[in-house]
């Protein structure tokens, strides 16, 4: 399943270590959370002594090494779920039905599946830190016996059973909102900073998200539990041949949920639960975004393929291009030397071989934009006249290339090109989106049945009712889905605008100005197509900001940064070069927005 | 003409002097008058230039006036109109909820305790009891950190760089970076724009916008205009071409965090790209990604917050000014800060030489410049050098005496860097002792050269509370000057480039100078 045998040099050498030290340090970094839960699982205000002391011999207890171990594996698992799951383009499902499809995707079934048992584990270890009423299955009780002779069997602790039911509800319930949110979505911050200022800043955003993220699952959880609690316990105490202790107040009552230290001790492990899956990825986020730097040229032929204009030019690893393009936005702005090599000539001929292979890689990206979105812009006039490529209702029986849990194993399984893929899965979208009410249209009393059953509300904010409501569409979806990847494109456009910039001064052979003609009609058709595209409807609507999650929104607002970035590469461009842009050879509608650019009046 | 109320003593040899005696460096004044002549040997060649073009080039620039008169202010907080009122004996029940709403937990405390008769004895005991335990606790805070006992209000008006923020009609002013436009905010909480050529004044209102403290235009863009409000940063997008004079509240971006308000300073950075969010409650700043309307917090302990951001011209370094005795110089790269506590007060206003080299400061009740230089491969200096001092010194007027000299209260330094404008805080019992702007001559190479140049003071009674340096003037600088009196003016100075000019530049450095200041030193140490 797990692909990291991968044969590009980049994710051999760079992907998989950052992985690696990131599970590492989630590793080291799990004795100090495990403290903490256990000083706050045992926490009592009137016997502190006895407080500390009794902590302190729990963490030196064989017990807690031993559950010490059994979360390492656990966290050993999601670090290796996280290097094979994430992405740097999110999958946007364009329908409702979409969506549906990818939460009952058998990949996602085996997902889910594997974080249920991981949230039983960490609820076992939980509750056994937390001793007490909550750590064994079964407890001794007194049977129904005849006069003195009463005989000791072994009845169903249910507060155990409680604990564990909810780790398996609180890892589905993760591995649900993963997908709805994106959780392995891995953006880029737009400012650079180091790795531990980055961690300490997001720390306490990590903190928070657990406990609020453990409130509301604790609160769905009881909820849950309080209807359909019954049927676990009668199965589990049947299979298991345990009795039910009918002295005690059962769990599945109000009056039996209402407890205080019973709802702490759940939300406390809810939190330990998320805070350790959580800072998984976030440390993992903060590894695999960190910078690299390509060389630009090299004096060995054998690190050529190392080289910025080689590594822009490849088509088949998706990640090393997003680090490059990166590299080249950063190296743009940041490094003088590192731009005379891009604007230098080859030794023997004296060819502007790094300033062509670069210019040239940013344009045939940004003409492939301006191209997705010209193709969007008639598939909307034409309205879904051409037939369908991949039907909303099998898509999910079917190797889904634009899911999150789609590997690069899979995707060359199904002998797809990955830069394309983006490309390849959203110009249908459109169809989708407006084929979708044509669908669905005749069975408008099965959506009303089928909302009555899905009625129970799994998170804040998302609902599976809201899912069949009787517009299948979700509004704007195509839009943030046309420009999924624009984070390359946001760089290119920073890259190209200020090497042009600096070329102004920089540029001792004049190896720019060849080009510049051709980077200014590109900016400008693609600020065309642009302007257009937010001329659609939705298309300019701002997504609603999330509260506090974990996983990424950032995908959201890409178009409204594109836009940003491609007006700012080109007024950076005017405002360098000035009234010597009269002199570039362009066509005269093009001269004519420039000079809109150029009186500031865009 | 100009349309300026202003007595300016400019570029004149006369008065090029007088200055020189006013600003002689009290310590070193044999040594000041001995570079006399080369000063004006200097001036008099950068005036032959700038003569010619004071007549050919005539200001088209709108200069407004407001009154506080014609603009009313926001009405006053609901809170101090109760007075107004008839008293009503609710329920405890209701005035504790309406106590909880409207002031929060100290309300309803503070309701509990006063209304012992009517609870049960422990609760007002309890309440009590809290109440004196959080008033400490909070005093305590306070006593670290001032400036956190002031309501949002105060708290703006004390760290804006409008001067006298809570008094003036004026609430911030700001210079398109580009065009010969820009954005004045007034006491109504309306912001209006001024082109020149152009009839037409966009007002824009928006509901959030409350209590502005700061404007900025973004660069390379004709459009955005990022505002600092009292809960909130609002970006708006004004259309150049629009002749609409209400923009709706549609084209505004409303950017907030919690915890991240009132904001006091946003600094967008050279490029454009991101903007820089400051709040003296907040010990983090904002890095925002405006059009995904996302912030990175950048968080460091000490200081007890941001009050004052400025952006080197060229983007590789962020002064950020703490309400304590303390300020931080990021550089933009890593986003690493360097640390410099100083001895005395806060940092003040501050500016930076147009190659982004050399920082000059102020500080909270001092009347010296200090001088900060940075370097990419010597690092810098490691302390902070006077490099100029600017006590008293009375000197003859047109009508008498005149006493000059104060607190620096505002720094400002033309896109040239060729004109220093330092805003000097007057003694307003004193008769002949206005606030003015002293206007120094600067050069940064060889060395870093301060010469005295001349002032500019307002009509009587008018006395300046802001000034910015017109961001891209052909002829030289433009000085634009906010009144007391709430008049907008505009003042140039016409010079040819000291570089073109060249052979005028005397080798000895006079201004500056750092040999006996070695108590006013600021020392640094680096943080990674």
Request: some cysteine; glycine content about 6%; overall charge neutral.
């Amino acid at each position: 399943m797990f692909s990291l045998k991968q044969n590009c040099w980049f994710i051999r050498k760079v992907v998989v270590w950052s992985a690696v030290s990131s599970i590492a340090w989630s590793v080291l970094l799990l004795p100090v959370t495990a403290a903490v839960f256990v000083l706050l699982s045992r926490f009592s205000l009137f016997h502190p002594i006895q407080w500390i002391s009794e902590c302190t011999s729990l963490l030196t207890a064989s017990s807690s090494i031993f559950s010490l171990v059994v979360l390492c594996g656990v966290v050993l698992i999601t670090g290796l779920f996280n290097l094979e799951f994430y992405t740097l383009v999110p999958s946007i499902p364009c329908s409702r039905m979409a969506l549906l499809g990818t939460v009952l995707h058998p990949r996602q079934c085996v997902h889910s599946l594997v974080y249920c048992t991981m949230g039983m584990l960490v609820m076992w270890c939980a509750s056994v830190t937390i001793g007490g009423r909550y750590s064994t299955l079964g407890i001794p009780c007194r049977g129904s016996g005849f006069n003195n002779c009463i005989p000791v069997v072994t009845c169903l602790n249910e507060y155990h059973l409680f604990l564990l039911l909810a780790g398996a509800f609180m890892g589905y319930s993760h591995s649900f909102l993963g997908v709805v949110q994106n959780m392995y979505y891995v953006s880029f911050q737009p400012i650079q900073q180091y790795k531990y200022p980055r961690f300490k800043g997001c720390l306490p955003m990590v903190v928070k998200c657990s406990v609020i993220q453990s409130l509301y699952s604790a609160r769905n959880f009881a909820a849950l539990y309080l209807f359909f609690g019954y049927a676990p316990k009668t199965w589990i105490s049947s299979t298991l041949h345990l009795q039910i202790d009918s002295s005690l107040q059962p769990l599945d009552s109000l009056t039996g949920l209402l407890e205080f230290s019973l709802l702490y001790h759940l939300t406390i492990s809810g939190t330990f639960l998320y805070f350790t899956w959580y800072l998984t990825v976030l440390l993992f986020r903060i590894y695999v975004t960190e910078a690299y730097s390509f060389p630009v040229q090299s004096t060995f032929t054998e690190d050529a393929e190392q080289c910025l204009p080689k590594v822009l030019a490849e088509t088949n690893t998706l990640v090393m291009k997003f680090f490059a393009l990166q590299d080249l936005a950063l190296l743009s702005q940041h490094s003088l030397s590192r731009r005379l090599e891009v604007f230098s000539l080859s030794q023997p001929g004296g060819h502007p071989h790094n300033w062509n292979a670069i210019s040239r890689e940013c344009l045939s990206l940004l003409s492939e934009l301006t191209q997705r979105l010209v193709a969007h812009q008639d598939a909307v006039a034409s309205n879904g006249i051409k037939p369908l490529q991949r039907d909303a209702l099998t898509a999910p029986f079917t190797p889904d290339v634009d899911s999150p849990f789609s590997s690069p194993a899979i995707r060359r399984l199904v002998g797809q090109q990955e830069p394309l893929s983006p490309w390849f899965g959203t110009v249908q979208s459109p169809h989708i989106m407006r084929r979708g009410p044509k669908l669905w249209s005749a069975s408008t009393g099965e959506t009303a049945r089928l909302k009555l059953t899905f009625t129970l509300s799994l998170n804040h904010g998302f609902s599976l009712s809201k899912m069949f409501s009787s517009n299948v569409q979700l509004p704007e979806a195509s839009s943030q889905a046309l420009f999924a990847d624009s984070q390359v494109h946001i760089w290119a456009l920073q890259g190209l605008s200020h090497l042009v910039a600096a070329s102004f001064s920089e540029d001792q052979f004049g190896v720019v100005q060849t080009t510049l003609p051709n980077i200014l009609s590109c900016l400008v058709v693609l600020l065309e197509a642009v302007d257009r595209h937010f001329k659609l409807p939705h298309a300019s609507s701002k997504p609603v900001r999330a509260v506090c999650r974990m996983g990424d929104s950032t995908y959201k607002t890409l178009r409204f940064a594109l836009r940003a970035a491609l007006k700012t590469a080109i007024y950076k461009i005017t405002t360098t070069f000035g009234e010597h842009l009269n002199a570039v050879n362009i066509s005269t509608e093009h001269r004519k927005r420039l000079q809109q650019f150029l009186e500031f009046k865009e | 003409m100009f349309p300026s109320p202003v007595h300016i003593y400019t570029d004149g040899s006369d008065a090029e002097d007088h200055v020189s005696s006013a600003f002689v460096i009290r310590h070193q004044k044999k040594r000041n008058i001995h570079h006399q002549t080369q000063l004006s040997l200097a001036a008099n060649a950068i005036i032959l230039a700038g003569v010619v073009c004071v007549w050919l080039q005539p200001c088209d620039l709108p200069s407004p006036q407001f009154t506080r008169d014609t603009l009313k202010g926001h009405s006053r907080p609901e809170s101090s109109s109760r007075s107004a009122f008839l008293d009503q004996r609710d329920t405890l029940w209701m005035r504790s909820a309406g106590a909880w709403r409207d002031a929060g937990l100290y309300g309803l405390l503070d309701e509990i305790t006063n209304s012992a008769e009517e609870v049960p004895r422990f609760l007002a005991v309890g309440s009590a009891c809290v109440l004196a335990l959080l008033r400490w606790a909070s005093s305590f805070h306070g006593s670290l950190f001032p400036h956190l006992t002031l309501s949002s209000d105060e708290m703006v008006a004390e760290f804006s760089q409008m001067l006298d923020w809570s008094d003036s009609a004026l609430r911030s002013f700001a210079w398109h970076p580009h065009t010969d436009k820009f954005a004045v905010a007034l006491l109504d909480d309306s912001i209006r724009i001024y082109k020149s050529n152009s009839s037409a004044t966009p007002t824009l209102k928006h509901r959030c916008q409350r209590s502005v403290c700061a404007l900025q235009w973004k660069p390379l863009c004709g459009s955005a205009l990022a505002v600092a409000c009292q809960s909130c940063l609002l970006i708006w997008h004004v259309d150049p071409t629009s002749l609409s004079t209400r923009p709706s509240s549609g084209c505004a971006q409303v950017l907030s965090h919690p915890g991240h308000s009132p904001i006091t300073s946003i600094a967008w950075s050279p490029t454009g790209s991101l903007l820089v969010s400051a709040s003296p409650v907040d010990t983090g700043m904002m890095v925002w990604d405006v059009a995904a309307e996302s912030a990175v917090p950048l968080q460091r302990v000490g200081g007890g917050g941001v009050t004052y951001l400025s952006w080197s011209p060229d983007g590789s370094r962020l002064l950020a000014a703490t309400p304590s005795a303390l300020f931080r110089v990021w550089e933009t790269r890593m986003w690493t800060c360097e640390r410099w506590p100083c001895l005395k007060g806060s940092c003040q206003s501050a500016c930076w030489s147009p190659d982004g080299g050399c920082l000059l400061l102020s500080m909270q009740g001092e009347r010296v410049i200090y001088a900060l230089t940075f370097s990419d491969l010597t690092g810098g200096s490691k302390a902070a050098s006077v490099v100029a001092d600017l006590s008293e010194t009375s000197f003859p007027g047109p009508d008498g005496d005149l006493t000059v000299g104060g607190e620096v209260c505002s720094l400002s330094w033309d896109p040239r860097g060729e004109r220093l404008a330092v805003l000097l805080k007057g003694d307003s019992q004193a008769v002949n002792h206005p606030s003015v702007i002293a206007v120094f001559k600067t050069r940064s190479s060889p060395v870093f050269e301060l010469l005295p140049c001349g002032f500019v003071m307002g009509e009587a009674g008018a006395e300046p509370r802001f000034m910015q340096f017109h961001p891209h003037f052909q002829h030289g600088a433009l000085l634009t000057v906010c009144w007391s009196d709430g008049r907008i003016s505009h003042v140039p100075f016409y010079f040819s480039s000291a570089g073109l000019l060249g052979g005028d530049s005397p080798q000895q450095a006079l201004a500056s100078n750092t040999a006996d200041h070695s108590s006013n030193k600021l020392y640094t140490e680096q943080i990674s």
